[in-house]
């Protein structure tokens, strides 16, 4: 009897279990398409031998191929055979992320000689993001974050998925395909102080758009007076001009002023280490005590996430910036990737130009970095895209990186043909 009854348990219970595990996911539908992600698998299905990519972020030298930069190829020669693959410590690299914190804050900082900056290694400059925005949450856990319109779409799934309520504030302006200042500098003024500021600090994605200095001299002044908190995604720094000092600018004016802010690094662009997933997230602190506690809940959050960070990606980035010859030809790599961008741009322009095209197109030089807006609306996409087999985002973004001496005078001339009686 106790035996039949122990049976009768044992049954139900598997045949419970059983009926539950065939439901688990039954509710769950497919998530939908990521937008450049999907811009990406429609360009590999089409046959056509036209077809141009513009759509994904990633830099292709001037036969449309990707490419890895000398200094990454001579870094990984010094470092195959050499070194061990042990665990990085929680924090990653500390030669990594010195040397990713002089390109921020400056070689010479004093932020840096006080070590007031708590900074970790992160997967790359998505995963700095996530780590700040989980930190955020954590520790001002009725905060929000306030960002641009537009912004790299990513940037809203980071901070929905961190439980960070978003606010959002103006910052392209259609009509002159340029900066709305004053809409941006009166969210700044409208937000409750002490609100967090999400800010791209060159080459914004997608617009291209970025302030001028005098302009970036003001926003922080602005947002000094409401003690918000600055937090700066730079995913870019040597993409928009050639040189990684200048495009640090925004951020050194932040912090002439004395702002305690955020930085997220990735080398993915600037190093062309994309599947790497190396950067790091940096936030200055008030003095070493506190950023010794800041960086210690940084890693907090990370062991459980993945622990560590990987070490490959990190070796190459320290031993290419440890080393003033691989560093020099790092610069001059980093200056022809922008460069090239920069005259595919010119090209464009005189390109619709000389097809006589009745539409300015000066915003396509006057914006800077990988991206170009160019104010083509989703409908002329989709006949770019259907008629002329061109890949790209519905927002009219263009990758700059995606256009070549070979294909531009294609892409003039479709982009002319369907803006010419817009
Ligand atoms: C504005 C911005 N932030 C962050 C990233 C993150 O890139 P990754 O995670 O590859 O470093 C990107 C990439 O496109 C970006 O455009």
Known sequence: MALS?????????????????????RSVEPAPKDPILGVTEAFLADPSPEKINVGVGAYRDDKGKPVVLECVREAERR??????????????????????????YGENSELIKDKRIAAVQALSGTGACRLFADFQKRFCPDSQIYIPVPTWANHHNIWRDAHVPQKTFHYYHPQSKGLDFAGLVDDIK????????????????PTGVDPSEEQWKEISKKIKEKGHFPFFDMAY????SGDPER?????????????????????AKNMGLYGQRVGCLSVLCEDEKQAVAVKSQL????????????????????????????????????????????????????NLEKLGSP?????????????????????????????????????????????????VGYLANAVHEVTKSA
Request: proline share 4%.
């Open 5 to 25: 009854r122990k049976l009768f348990q044992h049954r139900s219970s598997v045949s419970v279990f059983g009926a539950r595990s065939m439901s688990w996911w």
């Open 79 to 104: 470092i195959a055979g050499n070194l061990n693959m042990e665990y990085l410590p929680m924090g990653g690299s500390v030669n990594m992320v010195e040397e990713t914190l002089k390109l921020a």
């Open 359 to 407: 539409l300015s197109w000066e915003h396509i030089t006057n914006q800077i970095g990988m991206f170009c807006y160019s104010g083509m609306t989703p409908e002329q996409v989709d006949r770019l895209t259907n008629e002329f087999h061109i890949y790209m985002t519905r927002n009219g973004r263009i990758s700059m990186a995606g256009v070549t001496t070979g294909n």
């Open 247 to 267: 495009d640090a600018k925004a951020i050194r004016i932040f912090l002439e002023d004395g702002h305690l802010l955020g930085i997220a690094q990735s080398y």
């Open 190 to 205: 409208n937000a409750p102080n002490g609100s967090f500021f999400l800010l791209h600090a060159c080459a914004h994605n």
């Open 237 to 240: 720094q040597g993409f928009a």
């Open 299 to 350: 890693q907090m959050l990370a062991r459980p996430m993945y622990s560590n960070p990987p070490v490959h990606g990190a070796l190459i980035v320290s031993t290419i910036l440890g080393d003033p010859d691989l560093k020099k030809l790092w610069l001059k790599e980093v200056k022809g990737m922008a460069d090239r961008i920069i005259g595919m741009r010119t090209a464009l322009r005189e």
